[in-house]
């Protein structure tokens, strides 16, 4: 399933497995298996049971205000990542799992970056790319096999941050690294480098010792192995864009602060409660439905109609879900911090403390990206919710990291 969902772009290429139809018919299966067979509904925990209460009442709103047709295709969207929490809250019983989840966004971290570079080169890639052209500074933003130029750089992000936390071998560990550092460049992505930036951050705070050590000549020599990569390669002028997007110099492009600020700033959207159907209060806790907010809303209903685009995923999940469902995200992805706290204080878990570095900089991207439902960044960030309040919370002996 996580391996569809990450590849969900290949579609333009095979229907049957990656289409949304194919990907619903799995879940269903998973559904039957798990949560009826296998009796999961029984070991579910309420916070969960909560979360899908809150999904419901907004998509029953949606459907009472748009219609049946809106309210289920908006509602499917908007929960296409989001129904793999309760499977990894029943499924996964320590790292061994989150470890191959890794593997996983690795192997698919490679096919993206070659899809980048087989553009880069001038072989064009007519049915992935379908139409779709982004400029920033003069340079060709490259969709990948996952995707738009940003969500390329967030995956590379993840890649470099866990395969240079998890890979045993330093030659292998500093390659993959190199390789992010690259990808992000060539994505020219604001978002992603910040995400660089905090992961550092994190690191720093979260490691100890030799751990540190290791960490940062690892970080280090990915960070000039890529830049070499790139002068290689003929991309300097990538590495030039890439800080002018950075601190604003391009005409037209704001700085990573003032879009940052500009995403934060959007309250004014509050006014989209008007439209609901409901009482003022219950508006504020139930929300303005999946109809009125989100690029799943905006794709439903063209480019044309008034829907509002918060880019700010707390911000969309207050204006479609009301304080309702807001809360109950904060409060999982509350107790999934305290998990991971607990078990990186514990000893050496390797795994946990980059899966935690990880939801650090999930957390921090849902300020300015609709996180929650984007295929690849949402995929990492509800499976380690539903990891962080797995119910088999036990401690298992971890896997051999990779070794080659």
Not at 14 to 32: C, E, K
Not at 123 to 137: E, F, K, M, Q, S
Not at 321 to 349: E, I, K, P
Request: proline share 4%; aromatic share 12%; hydrophobic share 55%.
């Amino acid at each position: 399933m996580v391996f569809l969902i990450l590849f969900y772009r290949m579609q333009a290429y095979l229907t049957v497995p990656f289409s949304a139809l194919s990907r619903l018919a799995l879940y269903g299966g998973l559904f039957v298996l798990v949560i009826v067979l296998r009796k999961g509904y029984q070991q579910l925990p309420p916070l969960l049971w909560a979360l899908l209460v809150s999904v419901v009442l907004t998509a029953l709103h949606t459907a009472w205000i748009a219609g049946p047709d809106i309210a289920f295709h908006a509602t499917a969207r908007f929960i296409n990542v989001m129904l793999l929490v309760p499977f990894a809250a029943l499924m996964f019983m320590g790292e061994r799992h989150m470890e191959r989840v890794f593997w996983i966004f690795w192997a698919v971290f490679l096919c993206a970056f070659a899809s980048l570079l087989v553009q880069f080169w001038g072989w064009p890639l007519d049915t992935l790319v379908n139409g779709y052209i982004a400029i920033r500074g003069d340079l060709i933003r490259h969709m990948t096999v996952v995707g738009e130029p940003n969500v390329g750089g967030m995956l590379a992000v993840i890649a470099g941050v866990s395969s240079t936390m998890l890979v045993k071998r330093h030659s292998v560990a500093v390659l993959m690294g190199a390789l992010a550092v690259a990808f992000v460049t060539l994505s020219i992505s604001k978002a992603a480098m910040l995400g660089l930036g905090v992961a550092m951050i994190a690191s720093v705070c979260l490691l100890r010792g030799e751990a540190l050590k290791e960490a940062l000549l690892r970080a280090l020599l990915a960070g000039l192995a890529g830049v070499l990569l790139l002068l290689l390669i003929g991309a300097g002028d990538y590495l030039r864009v890439s800080l002018d997007s950075l601190i604003g110099n391009i005409r037209g492009e704001p700085s990573a602060y003032k879009d940052f600020q500009y995403r934060q700033s959007r309250f004014g959207t509050m006014d989209v409660f008007d439209g609901s159907l409901l009482p003022v209060p219950l508006n504020y806790l139930f929300g303005a439905s999946f109809a009125e907010v989100g690029s799943a809303a905006q794709e439903i209903q063209g480019s044309g109609s008034d829907v509002v685009l918060p880019h700010n995923s707390y911000l969309e999940l207050l204006l479609t879900g009301g304080a309702f469902m807001l809360s109950v995200v904060v409060f999982l992805m509350g107790r999934t911090y305290r998990t991971l706290w607990h078990s990186c204080a514990q000893g050496d878990n390797r795994v946990d403390r980059c899966v935690l570095v990880c939801f650090i900089v999930l957390t921090c991207w849902m300020l300015i990206y609709p996180v929650i439902y984007e295929p690849v960044t949402g995929c990492l960030f509800w499976i380690i919710v539903g990891y962080g309040n797995r119910v088999h919370n036990r401690p298992m002996p971890i896997a051999s990291v990779a070794q080659n």
